[in-house]
């Protein structure tokens, strides 16, 4: 028999005019990791890629940035890492953006790949056969979309190595 446990620690941040933000500073549950690893992989298997492993440290970066609820890259600040962003939110009784909805927009994008002429995409990082390790947060967010639609889910998810390589597309990505 296996248990895992997961430690949930949420700590509250006073923004500008007193309204409280939450913070998440939690360890990815195994639940989280279990559906990141499957909707990376099975696409990655698909394209000739090796699946990948999962990385706290990758996911705790991935947290970190979240946190700060800026729906844009990091730029290299967590690390020489790749990045991939989304969120999603809605008014439908019910509606969550989910871990799949992410990565499935990230997919999605294979249509437009034409390996005739790479350009770097979130599908070209999800199936970028020279990375290996994956780790990936969420944090729910205003400020993201529109106050009507709720709050943000805002994920994001890190990557190590890095793809998206000028130069090292035909060997990295089978379309």
Same mark, same amino acid.
């Given at each position: ?42 696409v990655r298997v698909k394209h000739g890629a090796v699946p990948l492993t999962y990385s706290q440290d990758l996911?705790? =970066?991935?947290?970190?940035?979240? !946190? =700060?609820? =800026?729906?844009?890259?990091?730029? &290299? ?10 969120? &999603? ?27 005739? !002429? ?5 599908f070209t990082q999800v199936v970028w056969k020279g990375t290996t390790e994956v780790g990936c947060a969420y ?11 709720? =709050? ?11 793809? !998206? ?6 060997? !990295?990505?089978?379309?």
């Amino acid at each position: 028999m296996i248990l895992f446990f997961s430690l949930t620690v949420i700590a509250l941040a006073l923004v500008p005019g007193g309204q409280a933000l939450i913070i998440r500073s939690t360890p990815t549950s195994q639940n989280e990791t279990t559906q990141y690893l499957y909707f990376h992989n099975v696409v990655r298997v698909k394209h000739g890629a090796v699946p990948l492993t999962y990385s706290q440290d990758l996911a705790a =970066k991935a947290q970190q940035w979240t !946190n =700060k609820c =800026k729906f844009l890259h990091s730029g &290299g600040l967590l690390g020489h890492y790749g990045e991939n962003l989304a969120a &999603g939110a809605g008014t439908s009784t019910g509606y969550k953006y989910s871990i799949e909805n992410s990565i499935t927009s990230w997919i999605d994008e294979a249509k437009k790949y034409d390996s005739n !002429n790479p350009e770097p995409s979130h599908f070209t990082q999800v199936v970028w056969k020279g990375t290996t390790e994956v780790g990936c947060a969420y944090q729910f967010c205003d400020g993201i979309f529109d106050p009507s639609f709720g =709050k943000a889910t805002y994920y994001a998810c890190e990557y190590s190595p890095a793809g !998206n390589v000028i130069g090292q597309f035909p060997e !990295n990505v089978k379309a």
